[in-house]
């Protein structure tokens, strides 16, 4: 495992420093903050078996969109400029359309348009697709970890799951919002015997598939390292489908290796955070649907922002204290070393 990459900055085509406001969100790595992940809910109407136990007596908190809002105004004014909506299950929020299109209205001194993503298990999307990209939805993710129904019920744990699915993927395209992510985490034993399938669906559907390395957030407590499909295995089969192509990267923050196959048709990323680390060039935050910031998916700790702000902060002292948090943001993960601790919470609470 390497935990060498070198630290890069972001390709902001943006000034580094504000006109006239606020400098940009930097960590004591000399990394810039660019990426906020937002959680929206912690409900799910899925119950995905390297996510959530499948037990539905879980405590879920949210907050009311307006509290939403409020943060993301401030994290935007410190040079965050792509927001990620996530959970849980997004799509299950009523306010989504409205919230989509207030981020679409914010400005700051860095960014004259944000770029506003979604992930999400498509099952509500056939219906939303449009009304989320009327409302200023620039990207949509979805997650979907079987080419084929049965494999994929056993996984979600909801019967009909694929088909729906299958028509949120189409309605986003539809919409506008392709070139649609797909998601696939892959757990040894489960569905690992999809690789090959995925990458024809990549290239019948024009979607761009990414496999992700499961990552120890799960409540079930059944990652070990075997469970975990690595990026070379993952290459070595795609590339018995047909030849692999690198591709370069969208941005030096990009998280997945992407590639296409040798005649061009079809696109994979892989997401490697467990066998290829890429901590060195993370620009990204979280806030947890209960406003709690997290500076790392595997922080012991979180920030109670959204607590700080009911006692009556002012954006101006809420401000500082997200620079004093994001300056202590860790300068990796520890996964598969001695030292590694789980964090109490898991993926669905978190907000992936
Ligand atoms: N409900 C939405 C969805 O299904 O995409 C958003 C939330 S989900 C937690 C966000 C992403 O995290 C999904 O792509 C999911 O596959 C991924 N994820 C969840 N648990 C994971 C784990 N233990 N390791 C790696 N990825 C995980």
Known sequence: MSHTLPILETSSPVAPLAVGGFERLRDSHNRLITDLRLSITDRCNYRCVYCRTGNDGAQFSELPMADYARLLRIFVSL??????????????????????????EMRSDFVSKIDIAVTTNGHKLAGLAQPLKDA???????????????TFARITRVPGSFERVQAGIRAAQDAGLGPVKVN?????GFNDSQI????????SENVIVRFIEFMPLEEDRTWTPETVVPLSEIVERLNKVRPLVALPANNPSETARRYTFDDGVGEIGIIAPVSQPFCGQCSRIRLTSDGKIRTCLFSQSDHDLVGWMHRGETDEELRQRIRRIIEKKEARHHIGEPSFLKPSRSMVHIGG
């Open 196 to 203: 090959e399938a995925f990458a024809e669906f990549s290239r």
């Open 136 to 150: 200023g939805l620039s990207r949509i993710t979805v997650s979907m970890d079987a080419v084929d129904s049965d």
């Open 184 to 188: 696939c985490v892959l757990l040894r």
């Open 79 to 104: 040079g965050i400029e792509k927001v990620r909506l996530t959970g849980g299950e997004p799509l299950l929020r009523d306010g989504l359309l409205d919230l989509v299109r207030e981020i679409s």
